[in-house]
C-alpha cells in the first residue's frame, strides 16, 4: 500500500508540473496606425517561473516620441488564470522598472477535446492589474 501511494503522489506530481508548460512561450500585440506609429506589447513566460515583460512605443507627436518599459518577476498558473508577481527589492531596477504585481491574466486556447474546425487562437486576456493601460490587454502566443 505504502509503494502505491508514493507511484501515486509521483505521477500526480510529474503530472501537474507537465501541465504548466502549456503556458510558457512568448505572447504579443502589435497595434500599428496608418502614419508608423505603434504601440507594442510582449510578455515571455518562462518555463523556471520566470517572466519579463516589455512595451515598445513610437509616437510621432509624442513627448518622447519613443519609449520601451521593461519589467520582470515570477509568475504561476492555477485553473488558466496567470499570476504575476514582483519582487520589488530583486526585480526592480535602473532597465526594469515596471511594477506587475496584482496582474492577473486568463488563459485562453482550443480544448482539446474540440474538434470541430473553428480557430481559437492561443492568448493572453489581462483582467486585473494597478497598472491601467495593462488591463484589457490581449496577447497572442507566438508561434
Avoid: C
Wanted: charged residues 25%; glycine residues 4%; without cysteine.
Amino acid at each position: 500500500m505504502r509503494n502505491f501511494l508514493i507511484i501515486f503522489l509521483a505521477l500526480f506530481a510529474s503530472s501537474t508540473n507537465a501541465q504548466s508548460g502549456i503556458y510558457n512561450g512568448s505572447y504579443e500585440k502589435k497595434y500599428e496606425m496608418s502614419n508608423g506609429d505603434f504601440h507594442h506589447y510582449k510578455i515571455t513566460l518562462n518555463p523556471d517561473g520566470t517572466f519579463v515583460y516589455h512595451s515598445h512605443s513610437k509616437i510621432s507627436k509624442g513627448i518622447p516620441p519613443e519609449t520601451s518599459i521593461y519589467g520582470r518577476g515570477t509568475w504561476r498558473a492555477e485553473n488558466n488564470i496567470i499570476s504575476l508577481t514582483t519582487d520589488r527589492t530583486k526585480d526592480l531596477d535602473e532597465t526594469y522598472t515596471l511594477d506587475l504585481s496584482n496582474t492577473k491574466a486568463r488563459y485562453y486556447s482550443k480544448s482539446p477535446r474540440d474538434k470541430s474546425d473553428r480557430i481559437v487562437l492561443t492568448a493572453l486576456r489581462f483582467y486585473q492589474s494597478d497598472i491601467f493601460w495593462v488591463k484589457r490587454k490581449e496577447l497572442l502566443k507566438s508561434k
